[in-house]
């Protein structure tokens, strides 16, 4: 099965959400301080918990590199503890010159054995190309962030008269030869959606934005319901993998996970 | 001392290298193979040869996250031996939304204890300010990328008829607060290190894209000379490090940063 073919597979069984795994040290249960890898333990947990509901798995390559060799250890039993037929996102957002581009991939393809990757594509083609060789792995490409951020650069209106982020769209498009591409698009205000989700052709989507930084999920859902859209997965981290920071941290994500799963099958 | 105070030493001294330890285990002489690590073993050699004449280092991730964990140590260790009084860029190009960010910043400058770090700013300025904490670390902000993917996005014609790498440079001049940001600027074509020189204002400058990548070292030389600007350095990777693939590569590599010395003096 390719990634794609994964993440097509869970949206036809209505599964939509991403779950992030943003595991910081500080913010898991007390009692899982005693064990040896205590990062491994709460992802464990989670994991057992939500598999069965989750889209997809993102793991954020910087909570895990925040504790050095230790955390990529940890990072990559996470992955290998997640069941194989889970897209799982390395959501690293490299991007360098080629020769560099090609070893971010074997990391994060090879190395943490990811379905799927991030990556930032300021540095323009021959930074991106060498994450597209497999065409079994998924790319999803910075086109809208959902941090206040993406005014300074993707929301710059170009001479020719379309946003930057528009422009890198419609790169990706052309990049997409191997049908393993897909796009970032934040979900922070349903208007941008609208008026870009034509642009996107059939690129795969992986939307932040929703929940804590101000999108709505039935909103995001009803629009691609709209358009007869698969393809797409809606990022949630915080809100499920801290939904109690008490001994029933587990139980509450699954909880938290079933509960969107049902909003989502309500629309 | 800080970031900044290394820097302008070592210009201060005449020196303007920047090796870069792209140290990739397929290219190093098969005598070291036998060794633990490697690439541990050949860094060492490098810098042992080098640090009297280089102005800073510079660690390119990728190279040692291909490796997993393992390659994370090799990068701790690397970084540890090379001399306090020489500036270590880590060259990781990270940017993402803010708790990301920070966690990434900490990766760099406490985990890997680099004083330098390199971003990709395409997320704008929440992604950027978490690595600018600290006044005694110095970031190189990605302006213009010596790569031919440059062309894509980062040489794009603003609305207001300004480049986009153009607009990342007066950015980084708003959020040079603390006295801790650089740019990055390619020196592949010296025609735009001229048009946009006075831009950068006194903005401590990582200028990639010289010798293999095509622009010439005397002619940047002489154009930060003409101008009377000290604060930069100049990056050169494989023609150091690589010089000679056998048992000599150390000593190949001390007579080719002594010879790109001799020509910045003479200019």
Redesign the interface.
Known sequence: MTALEKLLQKNEEGKFICVGL?TDLKRIPAHLKNYTDPVLEFNKAIIKKTYKHAAAYKL?F??Y??????G??TL?KTIAFIPKEILTIGDA?????????Q??A??IFN??KCDASTI?????????LPFLEDPAKLNFI?AL??????????K????D?SY?FQ??ID?VKAWNKKNNCGIVFGATKIEELQENIDRFGKLPVLLPGVGAQGGSLEDVVKLFKEKKRTGFIINVSRSIIYKSEENDFAFASEKEIIGLNKIIKGI
Chains 1, 2 share one sequence.
């Open positions: 943003d954020n910087a909570f590199e925040s504790n050095g060799d230790t990529l250890k990559e957002k490299r991007g360098d010159i080629g020769n560099t581009s070893m971010y074997h990391a190395q943490f930032n594509p300021l540095m323009g083609e021959d930074s991106v910075l962030t959902s941090n206040p951020g993406a005014n300074d650069f993707e710059l209106k170009l001479k008269g930057l422009k890198i790169k």
